[in-house]
């Protein structure tokens, strides 16, 4: 069970490694110091675990007919939402949150390659 929860603590600090060096290479990004970064992947995880289902659900249709494209523009909604309740994160525009959020993915599957 410990194994599980240290777990839990590497993918959040990788997250927050990923959130950091995202923000570090696209301008539009602010996170104001690395405890910010923790905190908006523990928000990132709490959206996507909570709000995500529910929006891709009502968006089906849509989703549907772009071939799963608008799941993107679900992801940039999330990351503009968290930019609205982290304090120490700014984001600068949907184009910004929508580029963040695939810079994102990139830095994270490359540091769990690295790290697992």
Do not use: H
């Not at 992947?41 to 891709?56: Q, T």
């Amino acid at each position: 069970m410990e194994a599980r929860y240290m777990q839990t603590i590497i993918n959040l600090l990788i997250n927050a490694i990923a959130v950091f060096t995202a923000a570090y290479l696209l301008p539009g990004i602010t996170v104001d110091s690395f405890l910010s970064a923790i905190v908006v992947a523990i928000v990132l995880a709490g959206l996507n675990y909570l709000v995500k289902p529910v929006l891709i659900l009502l968006t089906l249709p849509v989703t549907l007919i772009t071939f799963g494209l608008f799941i993107f523009v679900i992801n940039a909604l999330i990351v503009a939402l968290a930019g609205y309740f982290v304090p120490g994160f700014i984001v600068g525009g949907f184009v910004w949150a929508l580029l963040f959020s695939l810079l994102m993915s990139v830095i994270n599957a490359i540091l769990l390659k690295l790290f697992k």
